[in-house]
């Protein structure tokens, strides 16, 4: 893409909020960047816990006495909270927000101070996006709000995942799903995936959400002899970067290289999650074909240097149990690959050409050679 390229950062959501935009001028690049700014700010004035001004804030000083009219936004993230809690028996709390506020991970809000007995079930969802508070409550809903505001998305289920090691019995973890809607035809089926064509790897922001029964182990039998940084990062903050959201970006990318019967661009895409390369590439391929990854197109950072020396595990299982780096995989055709590569560049990816597809013969449908 040529034009200009403009990245503003602006203080919201109790973080800072960093938004690039690539246009063919300045000045609608501004425009599309202060788009941007206006959403992230509905989120803002809805649920953010540090502003004194925000529905939440309103909440927390007013709910208790009376019901408080919110916007769908936060009716919408308090429903499924509540939702999440009663299937967890209250595992998890929205209102939890006390205890952030006892460890300075929060400030303490306007307000009457929480009562300690409250919980959940204290939060009442009445008719027109009324709130009422049956006791002084004081609720967190930056983690759901945050990320369904990067992927634009709604969030409107659960699951429960098995995490050995993690939790004691009779303990688990929440975590969400979204689902979306597509219109048939442009549904990526991976069927008209054929031999030549090019996989591009997108660099993943660390370890993500797989793989850490693995990475804990790891840290036991480092005991104190782990490394001060990894990836110019101290050490914790390098193994618990977020995950790093693909959506908006690679929506925006099949944008201008659709997969169509007159131009094929995209054909395929897979989120590396739990299996690795190994196993979540072969999701989108046909029977019949490989994919054939060169080893060493993409570096091994640091850190997944250090977890494959301290487990003395072997390159297949790093690409089996970890992203080994590369977070999301993009099947391409061929003549658009350079360009694909490029557009996902400029939305602010890091992207390596990592293997093409080819005939699987008797091998495996993934190889890394």
């Not at 009422?132 to 699951?159: M, N, Q, T, V």
């Not at 990475?215 to 390098?238: H, M, S, W, Y």
């Not at 190994?278 to 570096?299: C, F, M, T, Y």
């Not at 939305?347 to 091998?363: N, R």
Request: negative net charge; proline residues 5%.
């Amino acid at each position: 893409m040529t034009g200009t390229t403009l990245r503003r950062m602006r203080p919201w959501l109790g973080t800072y909020v960093s938004i690039e935009a690539c246009a063919a001028d300045a000045a609608h690049a501004a425009l599309a960047i202060e788009a941007a700014f206006v959403e992230i700010a509905t989120i803002h004035a809805a649920m953010s816990f540090h502003s004194a001004t925000s529905e939440l804030a309103q909440l927390h000083r007013e709910a208790p006495r009376r019901p408080v009219r919110v916007g769908w936004h936060t009716w919408a993230v308090l429903a499924q909270a509540q939702h999440l809690a009663r299937l967890s028996d209250g595992v998890f709390d929205p209102t939890v927000a006390p205890q952030l506020v006892r460890h300075a991970a929060l400030p303490r809000p306007e307000g009457p101070a929480p009562d300690e007995a409250g919980n959940w079930r204290d939060i009442e969802l009445l008719n027109d996006q009324q709130v009422r508070f049956r006791r002084p409550l004081w609720i967190d809903l930056g983690g759901i709000a945050k990320g369904c505001e990067l992927s634009g998305c709604a969030l409107i289920g659960g699951e429960t995942a098995e995490m050995p090691g993690m939790y004691p019995a009779g303990e688990y973890d929440l975590a969400g799903f979204a689902v979306g809607a597509v219109e048939k035809s442009k549904i990526l089926t991976g069927q008209n995936v054929k031999a030549g064509d090019v996989v591009l790897g997108l660099a993943s922001a660390g370890v993500h959400s797989n793989g850490f029964s693995l990475v804990r182990k790891c840290i036991e039998r480092a005991g104190a002899n782990t490394p001060a940084t990894l990836d110019g990062q101290p050490f914790k903050q390098a193994l618990m970067a977020p995950t790093r959201l693909y959506v908006l970006n690679v929506l925006a990318a099949l944008a201008k290289h659709p997969n169509t019967e007159e131009a094929w661009g995209i054909k395929a895409l897979a989120h590396i999650t739990g299996g690795g390369l190994l196993e979540n590439i072969p999701r989108v391929l046909p029977d019949g074909l490989a994919a054939h990854l060169q080893k060493g197109s993409w570096p091994q950072t640091e850190l997944f240097a250090w977890l494959q020396k301290t487990a003395a595990i072997s390159d297949i299982e790093m690409n089996r149990t970890f992203n080994n780096g590369i977070g999301m995989v993009v099947v391409v055709d061929a003549a658009e690959a350079e360009s694909c590569a490029a557009t996902l560049r400029e939305l602010g990816e890091t992207v390596y050409t990592i293997g093409t597809i080819a005939p699987q013969g008797s091998g495996e449908q993934v190889v890394v050679a």
